[in-house]
């Protein structure tokens, strides 16, 4: 049973634009979202986290957005660039403090240029 | 080195072989996780070290699979007699004490991919 989950496994973007990728979880408990970006034969990089505790969190052009009610998170990136082109995924801690985490299946971002 | 660093890059290997595989976290980092990613799908939690406490073991798929670590340095991840569902990268990434996973998330390895043939 997926706890984190990310319904699109790809979303293509023209350069520019803004790239909006989303993020859905079914435990209440988590405390603290992450995302992070991978590229081919690379390990996952921290990209931007937000608390339970925010709605939003903003770095440079990476937003991350909290809709706790919804169980909902969503990472926006503006404008999207074709160097932003990796597999971007979701993470998320449980609570407690636990610095395991539960990651989606992760959704593949193309931005042309 | 400044990254995390594991080693082999790749493997293969025969079904019912065993392996062992590197971890070289940051130095200073107290916490140490492993994952694994299959193909298609997320990371999978397998073990985290958290300086000399006892590590979480609760993602480790079955005994076959062991995990070490010597102090606050190297970890070696083991899987005996392999089987080709073991197939998968196998990343390691190590990170601060909390709160500053949270700031700064993990640090991961590039990882090894295994493949049981």
């Known amino acids: 049973d997926q706890q984190v989950k990310q319904n699109s496994p790809s979303l293509s973007v023209q350069e520019g634009r803004i790239s909006i990728l989303n993020c859905d979880y079914t435990?209440?408990?988590?405390?603290?979202f992450l995302w992070y970006k991978k590229y081919p034969a690379e390990g996952p990089t921290f990209l931007i986290s937000?608390?339970?505790?925010?709605d939003k969190n903003e770095d440079g052009r990476f937003t991350v957005f909290l809709n706790k009610s919804a169980k909902h998170l969503s990472l926006h990136i503006v404008p999207s660039q074709p160097g932003d082109s990796a597999v971007y995924f979701c993470?998320?801690?449980?609570?407690?403090?636990?610095?395991?985490?539960?990651f989606g299946k992760g959704t593949k971002l193309t931005v042309n240029p | 080195g400044a990254g995390v660093s594991q080693s082999p890059s790749n493997k293969v290997t025969e079904k019912g072989k065993d392996v062992e595989l590197r971890c070289d976290p940051i130095?200073?980092?107290?916490?140490l996780y492993w994952y694994r990613q299959r193909l298609g799908q997320g990371l999978e939690f397998l073990i985290y070290?958290?300086?000399?406490?006892?590590?979480?073991k609760s993602g480790l798929p079955s005994d076959r699979f062991s995990a070490e670590r010597t102090g606050e340095s190297v970890s070696t991840l083991t899987i005996q007699r392999t089987q080709q569902e073991d197939s998968a990268v196998y990343l390691c990434?190590?990170?601060?004490?909390?709160?500053?996973?949270?700031?700064?998330?993990?640090?991961f390895g590039s990882g090894t991919r295994l493949t049981v043939v």
């Open positions: 990434a190590s990170s601060r004490n909390a709160p500053g996973i949270f700031n700064y998330g993990y640090t």
């Open positions: 435990n209440s408990m988590f405390d603290y």
């Open positions: 937000i608390s339970s505790i925010k």
């Open positions: 993470a998320a801690s449980p609570q407690g403090g636990s610095e395991k985490l539960v």
């Open positions: 130095s200073g980092h107290t916490a």
């Open positions: 070290f958290q300086g000399n406490s006892a590590p979480d």
